[in-house]
């Protein structure tokens, strides 16, 4: 039934941390979950 919350908010948190920072989409902790995965629904999301 779909990803669990927690990805999601994960992914999201990985978003902001890197628009905050100005950092490289490869220089995205592990935590935030693989950087092309949260890379590729940013790029949904203002594609």
Do not use: C, H
């Given at each position: 039934?779909?990803r669990?919350?927690?990805?999601?908010?994960?992914?999201v948190?990985?978003?902001?941390?890197?628009?905050?920072?100005?950092?490289?989409?490869?220089?995205?902790?592990?935590?935030?979950?693989p950087?092309?995965?949260?890379?590729?629904?940013?790029?949904?999301?203002v594609g």
């Amino acid at each position: 039934m779909g990803r669990p919350v927690r990805d999601r908010r994960q992914v999201v948190n990985g978003i902001l941390w890197k628009l905050s920072t100005g950092a490289a989409w490869r220089d995205l902790s592990e935590r935030y979950g693989p950087w092309k995965t949260v890379y590729e629904r940013f790029r949904r999301l203002v594609g």
